[in-house]
């Protein structure tokens, strides 16, 4: 298992950028496929984007494909979400997961999460 705590969550304008941050504690995050997914009030958990362990694959849900990127530093054991052109229904929490190795896309696939980031976009 790894720890993961999420960080970079906040307040943004419509048409804003935001980067998020999962740092992860243990020395075999370079092992773990990794995942953002996100939970808007009264709807249900949602997949974002995942990273491949070697950072070779990575896969985005449409709604967010063109506008966010997601990155990996193994060397410091930290994943990112870099958002851009947010839109207000972007606003949710924002949570990050590891799993095996692969990319993948349901939360099922995922053993570990973080606590989550509160993502919140001002129309």
């Known amino acids: 298992q790894v720890q993961l705590v999420e960080s970079g969550g906040g307040l943004v304008q419509a048409g804003g950028s935001l980067r998020l941050s999962c740092a992860a504690s243990g020395r075999t995050f370079s092992e773990y496929g990794m995942g953002w997914f996100r939970q808007a009030p009264g709807k249900e958990r949602e997949f974002v984007a995942t990273?491949?362990?070697?950072?070779?694959?990575?896969y985005y849900a449409d709604s967010v494909k063109g506008r966010f990127t997601i990155s990996r530093d193994n060397a410091k054991n930290t994943m990112y979400l870099q958002m851009y052109s947010v839109k207000p229904e972007d606003t949710a929490i924002y949570f990050c997961?590891?799993?095996?190795?692969?990319?993948?896309?349901?939360?099922?696939?995922?053993?570990?999460w973080g606590q989550g980031t509160q993502v919140t976009v001002l129309s």
């Open positions: 997961a590891a799993g095996p190795g692969g990319a993948a896309y349901y939360s099922t696939d995922y053993h570990s």
């Open positions: 990273i491949s362990s070697g950072a070779d694959h990575t």
